[in-house]
């Protein structure tokens, strides 16, 4: 699927390398650059605390500061001639997942650059709203790392789930305009209820029919963790990018707090486009 719209959620905070990010990245693709500022109000402490005078000051002053960071965020994608639109949710007592899935719905690509990626209050939103709710595709990019949207070489960590599945159709235009695609699996179970007789030959025959060159590379853990033998592997090869499904389970806090996924979270040092 090409990317023809991609949603860049940015924090309040730290935001200005997150927002070149989505700028490059929709300028390598031609698409549209939906820029989505979330802010997350400050909870009330009391029952009657949004009714006080002070906290309706602070609410006023958080509006009028939103405001116009979106002014300067529309002034700073303005110079790239990018189709581009800027909307903004500020969430009070809830947080801003189904904001975000509802306008996720309409996108190709839900973006989180460094700060989104590195923050505990908001990745977890991302995830929620971009992963689950609207069932897009999340692409994650860690701090200090380069990232393309026309990688030469990707790592497609498959494990024959349908959020693999899932991540490999999301990632297809990718893995055709890419120089090579390693299908990549750990300790992997040779049954037909599994991963079949050869294991990797299904989804290499798959993509081989869209003329994608695929490698299909059968890892022992050693004993190591599998994140930590997929990442060697991603640097032996060279990759530019990660694409997997969301590993573990579907519900939300078993996915941030364990499994695969977190720890490929924790020690991510590729761009990892994730899909479930």
Known sequence: ???????????EHDAGEDLQIGVKLAGEVSAHLTALLVV????????????????????????????????????????????FDVDSVYAE??????DIGERALYADLLLAGPAAFMSEDLKPQIISGGLFQAGRPVLFVPPDVKVTLK?????????SRPSAAHAARDALEMMKMAQSVHITMVDPVAASRVSGDEPGADIATYLARHGINVSVDTLPSSGRFVVETLHRHAIDINADMIVMGAYGHS??????????????????????LMAH
Not at 151 to 158: D, E, G, M, Y
């Open 1 to 11: 699927m090409p990317f023809k719209t991609i949603l860049n959620v940015l924090g």
């Open 40 to 83: 997350m109000a400050p909870v009330p402490s009391g029952r009657y605390e949004t009714l006080s005078p002070s906290w309706l000051e602070v609410r006023e002053r958080n509006l009028q500061k939103l405001s116009e960071s979106l002014t300067t965020i529309r002034e700073r994608i303005t110079p790239s001639g990018l189709s």
């Open 93 to 98: 007592v809830t947080g801003p997942a189904y």
């Open 151 to 159: 990688p030469k070489t990707i790592l497609l960590a498959w494990d």
């Open 251 to 272: 519900k939300l806090l078993q996915l941030i707090l364990g499994g695969v996924t977190r720890s490929m979270f924790n020690e991510a040092k590729f761009p990892i």
